[in-house]
């Protein structure tokens, strides 16, 4: 039934429906209560337009769509208007590719600049575009999504041409070391968490580096936080350990406390403390910073499977937040077909509360524990990941360290047969009501390092959509 109502619908959905203009307009009539009422079941589909058309689905050898799209990354509240929301996308399309440079990703429309979209529920439950904020470094000038170079969040990855050619400085001439290097770009965002501030600004964490970065109203970069206290950008620091961030895999949310004063984010998954090694685990690390101070609060949040994926944060109260929880699997199968329709997908959102955890900052240290510059906390000479690794949680346990306390707020694969992989945007809209948005990933996929579109099904593209759904979000 879901799927055949979610095809109806995008095919019904014009492609630029509920594109508006540079400028808001008035807010619409405020009653939030009545979005889930509004929006339907199915969900609400964004609008989007096409930036490429030319590329050969490799699967089919059929021309398809890149869509701009993209916009589920991350969402949050409109401080100023009960039925608007804003949502990031990330660095833009890619594909996970091989060339002659090494590992890295193929980007089809490099020149793309990750941006913020703000958007609005209509009367009748469609979701339209008021406008769209391009990121910007400090001068004015547009960012991309290129990753950075060494020691400023570099991931190692090569950039790559659709075709497999490197992306260079100057695309006109060979690729010399020296004289035509890859292009990087150290303000380049592969953003994943979003905050909208009372005053018109906004935080955005990525994961490249990552980096927390502060931008104004018109997307310009204000100051930044991050690990390397050697990028002479930041306002404060990050604890050291950040920067062993697992590629692809960084500051996946972000929130603020209501008083405005203490940013709150989230790893998606653990962190490479202190290699790859640790990475099939379900330790992961929560980091607060007060924006005054800079002083940094660090907690532990204990996933439902290793490898899962921390996709979202949202502020319900000083202490006590949202987790999105999910897996990469899709319920209906998703490119793979119906052979690899998985009804056990995981799409979770959870209620934590940060005074049931140990605030790792505050810990005494000495005897066994010592703070390492580099690696933050280690008890006899390991990282909290390697001793999760070789003794388990209990270790921990033994020396007074336990991640933050969680419940289920919202299933939302038993709530509303969510079709999508990712599962990465959260609106708290009231005490009782939701708002969920899924990563459509630019209605793009990669095979053996080749784009092809990105499917539900069979019949179904891939499409950013909101869910609204009740659900307990009152503070306790």
Not at 387 to 409: D, R, T
């Amino acid at each position: 039934m879901f799927k055949k109502t979610l095809l109806a619908t995008l095919v019904a959905s014009s492609l630029l429906a509920g594109c508006g203009s540079d400028s808001d307009n008035d807010p619409a009539p405020a009653n939030p209560s009545s979005l889930a009422d509004i929006v339907p079941a199915e969900g609400a589909l964004l609008p989007y337009s096409v930036l490429r058309s030319d590329l050969i689905d490799a699967s089919d050898q059929q021309p398809f769509e890149v869509r701009n799209g993209g916009f589920g990354s991350a969402m949050t509240a409109d401080p100023e208007a009960d039925r608007r929301f804003y949502a990031l996308t990330d660095r833009g399309p890619n594909a996970t590719y091989t060339g002659n440079y090494g590992k890295g990703k193929k980007f089809p429309t490099p020149e793309y600049t990750p941006r913020i979209g703000h958007f609005e529920v209509t009367d009748d439950g469609e979701v339209v575009l008021l406008n769209e904020i391009l990121l910007k470094r400090p001068d004015g000038t547009l960012i991309t999504g290129l990753p950075n170079s060494d020691g400023l969040g570099g991931t190692g990855e090569t950039p790559y041409n659709s075709d497999g050619s490197p992306i260079l400085v100057d695309p006109s001439s060979p690729y010399d070391e020296e004289s035509n290097p890859l292009r990087l770009d150290d303000y380049g965002l592969d953003g994943e968490g979003l905050v909208a501030l009372s005053d018109g600004t906004f935080w955005v964490s990525d994961e490249y580096g990552p980096h927390m970065v502060h931008f104004d109203a018109d997307g310009k970069e204000i100051e930044r936080i991050n690990p390397f206290v050697a990028d002479s950008r930041n306002a404060h620091a990050l604890p050291a350990e950040f920067g062993h961030r697992r590629a692809n895999r960084g500051m996946e949310g972000l929130t603020i406390t209501p008083d405005e004063k203490t940013l709150v984010g989230i790893m998606q998954s653990t962190m490479d403390l202190p290699s790859k090694d640790v990475r099939a685990l379900d330790i992961t690390r929560i980091v607060t910073v007060d924006l005054e101070s800079g002083r940094v609060g660090q907690y532990l949040y204990k996933q439902q499977k290793a490898q899962n994926s921390n996709s979202e944060l949202a502020a319900l109260s000083e202490n006590q937040f949202l987790v999105l929880e999910r897996d990469g699997k899709f319920l209906y199968g998703g490119p793979d077909g119906v052979d690899a329709a998985t009804p056990d997908a995981q799409k979770h959102v959870y209620r934590i509360d940060l005074t049931t955890g140990t605030n790792l900052e505050d810990l005494a240290v000495g005897g066994d524990l010592v703070q390492d510059d580099a690696l933050g906390l280690t008890i006899n000479g390991e990282t909290l990941e390697q001793v999760v690794m070789n003794q388990g949680w209990q270790a921990l346990a033994a020396h007074n360290i336990v991640p933050v306390e969680k419940s289920l707020v919202v299933d939302m694969v038993a709530q509303v047969s969510y079709p999508h992989d990712k599962m990465e945007g959260l609106w708290v809209i009231d005490s009782e009501t939701l708002g969920v948005l899924n990563d459509d990933d630019f209605a793009t996929w990669s095979v053996d390092g080749e784009l092809v579109q990105k499917r539900l099904d069979s019949n179904t593209i891939d499409g950013n959509r909101l869910y609204v759904v009740p659900a307990d979000l009152s503070v306790q």
